[in-house]
């Protein structure tokens, strides 16, 4: 199985940009799909960003497209997560995820039920 690490969060003001590595160990890493999901107070997770096993197809979530890119080196384990132009709403506990997803379907990468291994999160605050 794999085991997702995240990291790279942290504060950022409003407009500022921050990559977050999301590093897995164990199982084999390239027969996974990657996403990227997030969790403010008081809502529910949501879906943010997606990349299938091959990195040859991206999903993003309409509240991030053009500002946020996922990326994947399966040499290294570790899937990425640039994100610019950040907003006070993307405020939020970010969470990696892996699935075995093999169909190129946008409701199959937004769907967190889909995703069998999850890592602990790490805390985006983005200040006004």
């Known amino acids: 199985q794999v085991q997702p690490v995240e990291s790279g969060g942290g504060l950022v003001q409003a407009g500022g940009s921050l990559r977050l590595s999301c590093a897995a160990s164990?199982?084999?890493?390239?027969?996974?799909?990657m996403g990227w999901f997030r969790q403010a107070p008081g809502k529910e997770r949501e879906f943010v960003a997606a990349?299938?096993?091959?990195?040859?197809?991206?999903y993003y979530a309409d509240s991030v497209k053009g500002r946020f890119t996922i990326s994947r080196d399966n040499a290294k384990n570790t899937v990425y997560l640039q994100m610019n132009s950040l907003k006070p709403e993307d405020t939020a506990v970010y969470y990696c995820?892996?699935?075995?997803?093999?169909?190129?379907?946008?409701?199959?990468?937004?769907?967190?039920?889909?995703?069998?291994?999850w890592g602990q999160g790490t805390q985006v605050t983005v200040s006004s």
């Open positions: 990349i299938s096993w091959s990195g040859g197809g991206t």
């Open positions: 164990g199982g084999t890493f390239s027969n996974y799909a």
């Open positions: 995820a892996a699935g075995r997803i093999n169909y190129p379907i946008y409701n199959y990468y937004v769907n967190p039920s889909l995703y069998q291994y």
